[in-house]
Every structure is written in structure tokens, then in C-alpha cells.
């Protein structure tokens, strides 16, 4: 029968295919809305994903010492609890002028989907417990003596009990590993599970290779890419923390590592290297995290720094690297000082042939901690130039600071150290702080200097810095009029500084 499109026809159909849409979008901005809710969701899985979760636990290799504060499980929606090994990590305890060594626990897995995590502690009953960065905001219960929570995508955590930060839980919840193994590949250099005794302690990577360190392989030595190109260090094992500096990347061109765990991981006089997902963790003198000196276009992504020294750093010629560095980002990370900063940039250069540090950013990141007792090295977010060194176009964003025992949220200084420096720093200038938090008591007054006239620090924007919650500008609400805005923040602003504005998203004063 032939259908008759009258008017009266057209302008109902059309409703109807209206109506339709608006429902069909409503929802579609609900689900998208109830997504977006918080900085994480664990709630918030499409059921597609659930249907294919997997989940891949690593066995332990025999003769690692294990610690018994906790004991892992992890598991699929309904399937059974697989154990996973807790690996004795070493932490760095800052005691007054003296550093003890104290024993945490690390385990990791790979999963997708969801999976649920059991953490039992061993030593008692749990009175308080805690998961950070607490701005993932992950729910959990708690029974007994048993911490129970869920995950929905891969992070890397730390399981706090009743207050102790220096015998917690390291918990690495990975990605599902993708590389599959060409045993025909003669690029490819494999390592298995089990411990690996490096010949002379160092394994020496070549160009154009692939090493594969799967989990459960621990490497007893450096991993060195020394002098190479296009290289690629991946896996989900570990070299031992008995290895100083575990990784090490000087005068190379791209490079990937990926899914490590060291005690730390350098970079020297390279261009093009991208560390993402790699986990370090040092406990001894200058054990710095993840250094970088003289190169450039460098990508920290998704990386976890627990140090005995600064997290990571940007410098100028050091350490028989020379010039500047220009284009590094960390982003999506997590660090955590011991001692030392969270974040350094500027001390060391050439005096005689001044440097550049420049386009610098670090972006979606959450500082755990920091404890340093000595004056001139605080700062969560430091600009410390020295040695001749200029720093321009550095940018901070969505940077989320926890209550750090002892330090300053920022220090941006040009200083002449002279116990390392030959020369005041040059100046600093064109820096963004944007979307700033810090919650906290125990912050002390940051500080913003210059040197002279002809060293300045010049151009620093605070966009959106909040102070437990409360939004910090030139013109917020309370301020008397004869306060310098500086002073709502506890940030003093000295000689030889120009153009220090705080303001809201939206407006350029």
C-alpha cells in the first residue's frame, strides 16, 4: 500500500524523530556527565569493558626478598583472588639531620576492565587507612584488618595504615602489557622471569635494539643506553634496588623505556626519549629520580618518583653533559621527596658560556610529599637558577599538592649556591602556575627573588591557585586593600621581581 505524506503526516513524523533525538542525546549526556564526575570514576565502567577484562599477576622469582607487612590479592569481578608477591622496597626517613632506611612493600600487576585489590595487614588492626593521590578519590572499606577497593583503570598507589608513610604498600596497577615476543627477531633482546646476573654488572644496550624485561625478572645490574639510537627498553621487571642509578640514558637519540622499575632514571646529553610508566624509588645519598641534563624534547609520562633526593630535575651542562635543555614535559605522574624537591629547575651550568632552560612543563601531577629541612632546597615546584643559566617559558598545570611534612609550595629564586654554583643564575621568566591546589597546615612561606637589577625574575602568573579551597587573586574577596596578594598565600615577594600576577581563568589582570 502506497503511503500518503500529507502535511499534517510530514510535521508528525518530524516530531517524533525529534523526540527520538533529544531522549537518545539526553542519555548519551548523562552517561558522558556520570563519566566525567571526579577526577577518577572507579564506578564508571561501559559494561563492554567488563566483559573483557584480563588480568596478568607475576610470580616472584625465588631468592627476592619478600615483606610480610602485607599480604596482595587481586581478582576479576566474580573470579578467584590471585596472590601477588610483596617485594621488600627501601624508603628514605629523614630524622632530624640523619636518614634511616626503612622497608615498604611494592607489588604490581596489569590488568584492563576492572579489578578488585585485597590488602591485608599483617601486623594488627587497621584503625585508619588511606589510598593516594587522594585526588583519584578511589573508595574503599574496611573489615577487620583487610583494605578492600576497586579499580577501573591503571594507577600507581600507595596504601597508607593508620599513618605510616614509610612501611606502606607501593601498589603498581599497570595497563595489560601488549608486547608479544618474535623469538626470530635478532633485535630483540629477552629477558624472562628470574633474577639475571649482568656480566660485570651492566648490560650495555646496542643500537637499534629491543630489550624486553618481562615480569618476574629482576636484573641485577645498570641498564645502560649509552651512545645508541633508536632504542627501546621495555617490560614489567625490575632492576634490583641494590643498583644504584638502574637506568641510564646519556648521548642517545630516540629512546622508549616503559614499565620499569628502577631506583632511578637519568638523562644526559640525548634528544627525543620518552620514559613513560616507569616507577622509581631510591632510599640512599643523592638519590635523585629522574634527572635531566643538557637535552632536549624529553617526555616524562604517566611515571611514579619516591626518592631519596629530588624527584626530577632539569639542568644545564653537568656531570660531563653540556648546554641547555629546551622542550621536556612530565606529565600524568606522581612524586613523592623524601628529601629534597618534588620538582628542581636551574641549578647547574656553564658560567663562562651561559645556558638556556627553557619550554619546560609539567602537567596533570600529584605531589605526594615533601621533607626537607634546609631552606635552600625547599619548594615543591622549584625555579633555582644559578651558574649563568636564564629559565624562560615554564609551565604548571593541574597540579595537585597533598600536605608535604616540611618545605615551601614554591621557590623561585635566582641564587648563587656556592657549594655548587661558580655564578648566579641569569633570571627566570614567562612562568604559568595555572590550576594550582594545595591542601594543607604544614607549608612554609614560599619565596619570590631575584639577584640585581640585571637578574630578575619577571612574568609569573598564579591562574586559579587555590589554598584549601580558597581561590587566590588580586582582587578576591577579604583581601584589605594594603595586603600584598602574596600574602593570602604565604608567598613573600621580594627585590628584583617584576610582573607577579594572581588572577581567574578568563581574565588578564
Known sequence: MKMIRTPLFKCLYLLVCTCLFVI??????????????????????????????????????????????????????????????????????????????????????????????????????????????????????????TIRFTLAKPANLSVEVNGDIFHNLHLFANPIDSFVANATDTNLLYYGAGIHELPGGKLQVPSGKTVYIAGGAVMKGQVLIEGVRNVRVLGRGMVDQSVKMGIRIANARNVLVEGLFATQCATGGSDSVTIRNVKTMSYYGWGDGMNVFSSNNVLFDGVFNRNSDDCTTVYGTRLGFTGGCKNITMQHSTLWADVGHPILIGTHGNTPNPEVLENLNYIDIDILDQKEAQLNYQGCMSLNPGDNNLIRNVRFENIRVEDFRQGQLVNIRVFYNAKYCTAPGRGVENVLFKDITYTGKQAEVSIIAGYDENRKVKNIIFENLRINGRLITDDMPGKPKWYNTGDMARIFIGEHVEGVVFRRSGTDK
Not at 599477576?57 to 615483606?67: H, M
Not at 596482595?72 to 632530624?96: E, N, T
Open 24 to 145: 537518545v542525546a539526553g542519555q548519551s549526556i548523562m552517561a558522558q556527565s556520570s563519566i566525567k564526575q571526579g577526577r577518577y570514576n572507579f564506578s564508571a565502567v561501559p559494561a563492554t569493558d567488563k566483559e573483557h577484562s584480563s588480568l596478568k599477576a607475576y610470580p616472584a622469582p625465588a631468592g627476592v626478598e619478600q615483606n610480610t607487612d602485607f599480604t596482595v590479592r587481586v581478582r576479576l569481578p566474580g573470579q578467584s583472588w590471585q596472590d601477588l608477591p610483596a617485594y621488600l622496597v627501601k624508603v628514605d626517613q629523614v630524622q632530624g639531620t640523619s636518614h634511616t632506611v626503612e622497608h615498604a612493600c611494592m607489588s604490581y600487576f596489569d590488568f584492563s576492565g576492572e579489578a578488585e585489590v585485597s590488602v591485608t595487614f599483617n601486623k594488627g588492626r587497621i584503625e585508619a587507612a588511606r589510598i593516594r593521590p587522594l585526588s583519584y578519590g578511589i573508595p574503599h572499606t574496611i573489615k577487620g584488618n
